[in-house]
């Protein structure tokens, strides 16, 4: 089970994995209803936390606890999360997680993805992915595939190893911070991009409330493309969501409170002036 409406990327995936399940379904959701629909044959909860478009947060452990009482793991995405909403998988009892490292832990493009798999689940389910590196004994180079014991056994193919050093780079600027902090932060760059967009009359879609949401902020208009094209090329590097969502995100780790409201000035004068309107905004890029 899934939502509606989850990143396309998780629901192909979880397409291609039901593939392999004789009898499997992909039930996806909408939103509000993912409690009710878990049941007797939910045997996977897939999710992401905090909500690529929207921004909105679940509450991980009610939905976890929710999913346990049916029989069902859970498996979280975490690419919106980590490295800016503060996240206790172990507390909250999750089974499985993923994320990307290459948006909030600073790893750049190309920067390896991460897996969690509780400690009580590590030696007890096994990996799809059967690579050399999660072999027992790698350099043994044996035919036959025999699993690492704990989590060494989700490892795959070897990894890249420039791409693991600048992601290290990245974390180790965490290694002193204190998160909550982090998090206070980006609570207020939250509010100074959102008392612009109330100036201007658009309108937000991301929860007002600070625990029920991640580290961007997401406005509707009906011309939002040609907006965030404008604003990137004013040097505020913003992103469009098909149809009408423009998505701004809140680093907080290294946007200071000065960037964001030169940010949210920037807005207003693209908005005010109608500076959008230029045709070079109109035309939709392939990545947006």
């Given at each position: 089970m899934s939502e509606q409406g989850n990143f396309?990327?998780?629901l192909y995936i979880a397409e291609g994995a039901i593939g392999c399940v004789p009898g499997g379904v992909l039930k996806a959701v909408p939103r509000a209803d993912i409690a009710a629909f878990l049941g007797g044959d939910t045997a996977a909860l897939l999710l992401t936390h905090v909500h690529y478009k929207t921004g909105a947060r679940f509450d991980m452990r009610a939905l976890t606890a929710a999913a346990h009482a049916a029989g069902?793991?859970?498996?979280?995405?975490?690419?919106?999360?980590t490295g800016?909403?503060?996240?206790?998988?172990?507390?909250?009892?999750?089974?499985?997680?993923?994320?990307?490292?290459?948006k909030y832990l600073n790893g750049g493009p190309g920067a390896p993805a991460f897996l969690y798999v509780a400690e009580r689940w590590q030696d007890r389910l096994t990996s799809p992915l059967s690579g050399w590196m999660g072999h027992a004994a790698p350099f043994n180079f044996a035919d036959a595939y025999a699993p690492a014991s704990g989590i060494t056994r989700w490892l795959a193919g070897t990894p890249s190893v420039l791409a693991l050093a600048a992601l290290e780079a990245g974390?180790?600027?965490?290694?002193?911070?204190?998160?909550?902090?982090?998090w206070a932060k980006s609570a207020a760059l939250f509010d100074i991009l959102a008392a612009a967009g109330d100036s201007l009359g658009l309108?937000?879609?991301?929860?007002?409330?600070?625990?029920?949401?991640?580290?961007?902020?997401s406005f509707?208009?009906?011309?939002?493309?040609?907006?965030?094209?404008?604003?990137i090329a004013r040097g505020v590097i913003g992103d469009f969501r098909d149809p009408?969502?423009?998505?701004?995100?809140?680093?907080?780790?290294?946007?200071g409170h000065a960037d964001v409201w030169r940010a949210g000035e920037i807005l207003r004068e693209v908005i005010t002036t109608a500076a959008w309107r230029d045709p070079q905004f109109s035309k939709r890029l392939p990545v947006t």
């Open positions: 396309p990327t998780d069902a793991l859970v498996l979280w995405d975490l690419s919106h999360s800016a909403v503060p996240v206790d998988l172990a507390s909250a009892g999750a089974d499985l997680a993923v994320g990307c490292t290459y974390i180790d600027l965490w290694r002193d911070l204190d998160r909550q902090a982090v309108e937000c879609i991301t929860p007002r409330a600070a625990e029920s949401r991640g580290s961007h902020i509707r208009h009906s011309h939002a493309c040609a907006i965030s094209q404008a604003l009408d969502i423009l998505r701004l995100g809140l680093t907080p780790l290294y946007l």
